[in-house]
């Protein structure tokens, strides 16, 4: 069974830092380019960074460019988001996906190019 499963949420203050981890089983990791997206309280779920294959490759939303880090270690089969200086507008479930088999890296920023997502891990961002 392919999955993801995202852990590392929670509750920080303003300012304040996470990391999430998103380990992937059932498919070879390494010939899949990775995204985060996130979905705020009635919003739209939203593109946050992919990462490419070996990582080489890496972008970012304008809302999380200098703050938000993407990076993967593929014999561990997991994907990262070190989150920095947080702010409330962070606040949402954060989800990471793996596109479908022969997506290309430039659709990454497309979310219906990935089909198969974890379960999500809730980041809240308060004081």
């Known amino acids: 069974e392919e999955r993801l499963v995202e852990s590392g949420g929670g509750l920080v203050e303003p300012g304040g830092s996470l990391r999430l981890s998103c380990a992937a089983s059932?498919?070879?990791?390494?010939?899949?380019?990775m995204g985060w997206f996130r979905q705020a309280p009635g919003k739209e779920r939203e593109f946050v960074a992919a990462?490419?294959?070996?990582?080489?490759?890496?972008n970012y939303a304008d809302s999380v460019k200098g703050r938000f880090t993407i990076s993967r270690d593929n014999a561990k089969k997991t994907v990262y988001l070190q989150m920095n200086s947080l702010k409330p507008e962070d606040t949402a479930v954060y989800y990471c996906?793996?596109?479908?088999?022969?997506?290309?890296?430039?659709?990454?920023?497309?979310?219906?190019?990935?089909?198969?997502w974890g379960q999500g891990t809730q980041v809240t961002v308060s004081s």
């Open positions: 996906a793996r596109p479908a088999f022969g997506s290309t890296w430039s659709s990454y920023y497309y979310q219906a190019t990935y089909d198969t």
């Open positions: 059932g498919f070879t990791f390494s010939t899949y380019h």
């Open positions: 990462c490419s294959r070996t990582g080489s490759s890496i």
